[in-house]
């Protein structure tokens, strides 16, 4: 008898099983049916991508400040080029356009700040974003301070227009939500009957007739000495619109608690407030945030909604900027650039709700 | 726009009520010297009327009126606070008194200047219903267009006069009806129809995005009255009339030959109308509370109305709508501003 007293040596797996021919093979195919699948889905994505990076790339042009430095064979980037600025600030008058940087800058420091979980201070920074930041913000966009020029909110547009409308929109929805939410789950039955009216009110009415009233309708009630700017204007109603909404994914957060939580924390001999805020609220925030976000991003989608009532946010300058007959027919390049911008802004705060998630993972997720 | 109107009559028939009460401030001239700008309504973007170039200024035919009313109150054709509007809420907002020059391609109608509150102060554009026809067809006139398929866009006006049109001349026609402008331009690019119809200001707009415009031909033929112009608050007959003589004094520029270049040398001219225009025989402005040189601050900053509507929609823009009958009076048009005495 041979006894082989030797481990046999550990060998590669067979070479059909791995690398990128065996995932090939397995996945792509594995079978008649499959293959001509792969097949079909290979071809359909040729006809799709070669054209398009043809158009937007091979025979784009690049380079040039008007109409006749474009071929008109692939995408005319020039137009978006030379018009990058006003997408960006809108009308805003290019001289005080360092105004609008510092903005934008403390902005994306903040917000840098908030998301990278080393650095400290976190509610020191929260404090200043949400007190400070605001008025400083004010204070430098709209001028008439410290020997600022004034720029009137007309002129405020484009990108800085929309990440306007949408923070304050989402700053503004998520406390009254919260308020709204805790209201309607309220045993007093006119602070219920207040917040479920008001809840039901301006979700029953489209966002589009809640712009239209506070721009067209409201001026002709008011006398005409108070005239409200029509930005803030289009701010309230659609923070008051926004709110409405967070307050019904709040409250479906709350609902998930169970009630022996609240309970356990009464029997500690914690007052409301204290129960909401150290004991259900913690855990129900913490399962909103896909609801949440959901609500942001929709939010900063609706912002495009001004336009009907004239003011000029990304898409609003986009549009307005081929009306211009030195630039008529370059509505397919002028859409792309918007939905792009728009894209990486959504596309960013949906990363960052899943890597929330992750962060505040404790058990619950299935 | 026009196929915003029917929205547009809604929203007015709602207002009606209220126009009455909104005519607060009567001094509006006192109020805009005091704020140092003129509040124009503009449109939220309209090719050659209305738009903001690639340095954000607002250009224009519509922007030009906006600027002529600024230099003749002011004396500065830039001190303008340009609010843009869209169709619903344009008469709104001059009636609350968010804006006090409505200048953005408003079709003067009689239910618009008589029960709305509002009053036209004139015509700085007469546009209308045209069509536009492919070369190769070989039309010229509009009574040749008999069985031909017709892009349209719906829900506008356009849309019913044109049936009437055809009806009127015992003729068929095939509308190809489609939701939008691009849409519309679309159809026609992809060969769906004979013929686009849309008011002329707009054929023209249109045609530029063709990828052949010059395969592409705008008939004279109009078929519909649309008069644009600019529109105020009713009970300040003061600003009316400025609003009003404004546009006047850039028609009587281009009749008497005054141009924003030569305005400088033609106030020494012996012509006794262009002495009067540029305030050295006598003060036309006194009238309206204005400076003799009211005129003469227009001309030399925004140029007569040759000059604006060559520069916006003339054959010096990309648009190359022809004078047609914008052309002036004793030139085949209906342009004709009262002589200024």
Redesign the interface.
């Known amino acids: 008898m041979i006894h082989n007293k030797e481990t046999i040596p550990q060998r590669p797996a067979p070479k059909g099983t791995i690398g990128p021919v065996a995932w090939l093979r397995g996945n792509l195919f594995n079978g008649p049916i499959n293959s001509l699948f792969t097949l079909l889905g290979l071809y359909v994505l040729y006809l799709l991508v070669v054209p398009t990076v043809q158009w937007a790339f091979i025979d784009a042009d690049w380079v040039g ?1 008007s ?1 006749e430095d474009c071929s ?1 064979v692939g995408a005319c980037w020039v137009f978006v080029n ?2 990058f600025s ?1 997408f960006m600030y ?5 001289e005080e356009y360092w105004r609008a940087n510092i903005v934008f800058a403390m902005f994306a420091a903040i917000i840098a700040w908030m998301v990278i979980p080393r650095l400290p201070f976190k509610r020191w920074m929260a404090l200043f974003a949400l007190l400070i930041f605001p008025i400083i913000a004010y204070v430098l966009l709209h001028g008439g301070y410290f020997d600022l020029p004034r720029v ?1 909110t ?1 002129r405020w547009g484009g990108l800085m227009l929309t990440l306007l409308l949408a923070t304050v929109g989402m700053v503004g929805a998520l406390p009254i939500g919260i308020v709204l939410a805790l209201g309607r789950r309220s045993n007093m039955p006119i602070v219920k009957t207040f917040c479920v009216i008001f809840i039901e009110f301006w979700r029953g009415v489209p966002l589009i007739t809640i712009l ?1 009233m506070a ?3 409201l ?7 108070l ?1 409200v700017d ?1 930005l803030v204007r289009a701010l309230i109603g659609l923070t008051l619109f926004q709110s409405a909404y967070m307050a019904e994914v709040i409250r479906g957060g709350l609902q998930a608690i169970p009630k022996g939580q609240d309970e356990a924390a009464a029997a500690l001999g914690m007052t409301y407030w204290k129960r909401m805020g150290l004991i259900v609220m913690p855990q129900a925030l913490k399962m909103m945030i896909p609801g949440i976000v959901n609500t942001f991003i929709s939010l900063f989608k609706d912002t495009t909604l001004v ?4 003011l ?1 946010d990304l898409l ?2 986009v ?8 630039w ?2 370059f ?1 397919i390049e002028g859409y792309v650039f918007a939905a792009f911008v728009f894209w990486i802004f959504c596309f960013s705060m949906s990363r960052y709700s899943q890597y929330l998630e992750r962060k505040l993972n404790t058990g619950h997720k299935r | 726009m026009f196929n915003k109107k029917h929205l547009a009559l809604l ?1 007015s028939a ?2 009606l009520s ?1 126009a009455g009460m ?1 005519t ?2 009567a001094d509006t001239l006192e109020d805009t010297i005091e704020r140092g700008a003129v509040q124009c309504g503009v449109s ?5 009327f209305s ?6 200024n607002w ?1 224009g035919l519509d922007v030009d009126v906006c600027r002529a009313v600024a230099a003749a109150v002011l004396g500065d054709s830039e001190a303008v ?6 169709a ?2 344009r008469f ?2 001059l ?4 804006v006090d020059v409505l200048s953005r391609n408003t079709t003067w109608t009689t239910t618009r200047d008589t029960t709305l509150g509002l009053n036209f102060t004139g015509v700085n554009f007469y546009d209308g219903q045209g069509f536009m026809v492919s070369r190769d067809l070989g039309i010229s006139s509009a009574d040749e267009l008999d069985g031909a398929s017709i892009c349209i866009q719906s829900g506008t006006t356009t849309e019913l006069n044109l049936a009437d049109y055809f009806r009127a001349n015992d003729m068929e026609f095939n509308p190809i009806v489609f939701d939008t402008s ?1 849409q519309t331009v679309g159809g026609y690019q992809a060969g769906r129809c004979d013929v686009l119809t849309s008011d002329t200001s707009q054929l023209a ?1 249109l045609r ?2 063709l ?1 052949d415009p010059e395969a592409s031909m705008i008939l004279s033929d109009v078929i519909s009255k649309e008069p644009l112009g600019p529109v105020v608050r009713q009970g300040d007959d003061l600003w009316f009339n400025i609003v009003k003589w404004s546009l006047f004094a850039m028609i009587n520029a281009e009749e008497y030959g005054v141009t924003s270049e030569n305005a400088e040398e033609m106030r020494d001219s012996d012509n006794p109308d262009v002495a009067r225009l540029l305030g050295q025989d006598g003060n036309y402005g006194e009238g309206m509370n204005l400076e003799a040189e009211w005129a003469y601050n227009i001309i030399s900053q925004v140029g007569n109305y040759a000059e604006s509507f060559e520069r ?2 003339g054959m010096d ?3 190359e709508i022809e004078r047609g009958v914008n052309a002036l009076w004793n030139d085949g048009g209906f342009q004709y501003a009262p002589p200024i005495r």
Do not use: C, W
């Open positions: 400040d109409r008109r030379a018009r006003q809108g009308l805003y008058p290019s009137s007309h239209f721009s067209v309708m001026p002709l009630f008011l006398p005409s000495e005239s029509r336009m009907i009532i004239g000029f609003g300058i549009q307005a900027a081929l009306s211009d007959s030195r008529l027919g509505s | 929203a709602g207002s209220l909104a607060a401030q939220d973007g309209l090719p050659g738009a903001p170039d690639d340095d954000g250009q606070n340009y609010i843009s509007l869209n619903v809420e709104t907002a009636q609350s008194g968010e691009e707009a530029i995005q990828d916006n929609v823009s990309p648009l």
